[in-house]
């Protein structure tokens, strides 16, 4: 009996053109290249240029993302884009995409789940696919966090970029295998007794500014490793499949300790791992489908490899996703 999946077309992604080094860094803020790479593996991050604002880097992964599944953007009655930088309050930042690409049916929405929204959206628009309501999607995941440092407080300032990156999602029928294209399981969880541990000290209804970035480091790394992994070995046991049967291991672009702690605990061997955060920094939502973009652009990611996502974001918020591409 065939099942009904959400299988990926097509995917792209988009940096803005100004590059900040570590060494850069060090002359605005006391830190240092050695200092950064250390605790993080960043070396460099992308920063948006004035006026350039996170829907204006969503469509250009989105074009590119359309042009990779060779579709025309009213092909899409569905966009869900995962952004905690909105250019707006409101309305969502998806509506200006869905404007600026010219679609003018279905809908569009944003979804807040910080470093996890691209997994969450993902989930999302998987679910809305199978239900047979909307037929194409495109799940993005953008961010402008620059807009939102502290430019003087180090433990920041140096981890996070700006960027975009997109997929391109199609309903259909497949035999209900774990051969399957498409996305085969998600868990999503959150936990908000941890939220003071990273979070934005301003907002509409209490300071009515947006305020900065703020985050406890060393609590934040003492839970993911084991939010994340746990969320992993969910997707594997609800998809019958193991660590060992993963192709490719994708994940949030936060750390690169956090990233090889949980690639240990699972087993998954550092040739499989997908690690862009040395050139990207934390894009926070933007960072799996910036990777995934990479991987597939230089090869890696082929037809029929099996890509395991996760993430952990403010709130907390984690999850995972099991792909077949």
């Known amino acids: 009996m065939s099942i009904t999946r959400s299988i990926v077309r097509g995917c792209g992604s988009y940096l803005p053109a100004r590059t900040l080094t570590n060494a850069e860094l060090a002359a605005m803020v006391d830190t240092s290249d050695d ?12 920063i948006a240029a004035a006026g350039e604002v996170t829907s ?13 599944a060779g579709l025309e953007a009213q092909a899409i009655d569905l966009i869900v884009l995962a952004t905690a930088t909105p250019d707006h309050t409101f309305p969502a930042s998806a509506v200006t995409v869905q404007a600026k690409l010219g679609i003018t049916g279905g809908a569009a929405f944003d979804v807040q789940a910080v470093c996890s929204g691209f997994v969450f959206a993902l989930a999302t628009a998987d679910s809305m696919l199978r239900t047979g309501g909307f037929k194409r999607a495109l799940v993005i995941g953008s961010e402008t966090f620059s807009r939102i ?5 180090r433990t920041t300032c140096v981890i996070f970029g700006d960027g975009a990156g ?7 029928e497949q035999p209900g295998t774990i051969q399957d294209r498409g996305v085969l399981g998600a868990r999503l969880r959150s936990d908000g007794r941890h939220k003071d541990k990273l979070y934005v000290d301003g907002g509409p209804s209490t ?22 992994t746990s969320a992993v070995e969910d997707v594997l046991e609800a998809t019958g499949t193991k660590a060992s049967d993963i192709d490719w291991f994708v994940p949030h672009q936060a750390n690169q300790r956090i990233i ?3 690639a240990h605990k699972l087993g998954v061997g550092r040739e499989k791992i997908v690690s862009t955060v040395a050139i990207h920094g934390n894009t926070s939502a933007a960072s799996i ?5 990479t991987a597939v652009a230089d090869g890696r990611i082929k037809p029929g490899d099996l890509v395991m996502i996760e993430a952990m974001g403010g709130g907390f918020t984690w999850g995972a996703a099991l792909i077949r591409w």
């Open 35 to 46: 200092w950064i790479v250390q605790r993080t593996g960043i070396r460099e991050r992308h």
């Open 56 to 68: 204006d880097l969503a469509v250009h992964a989105a074009e590119q993302a359309l042009s990779a």
């Open 149 to 153: 440092l502290d430019w003087k407080d």
């Open 166 to 172: 997109a997929v391109v999602l199609e309903a259909g």
């Open 207 to 228: 300071t009515g500014t947006s305020g900065y970035l703020r985050m406890e480091g060393k609590e934040v790394f003492r839970h993911a490793v084991t939010m994340i």
């Open 260 to 262: 090889d702690g949980c």
């Open 289 to 293: 489908p910036l990777a995934l973009h």
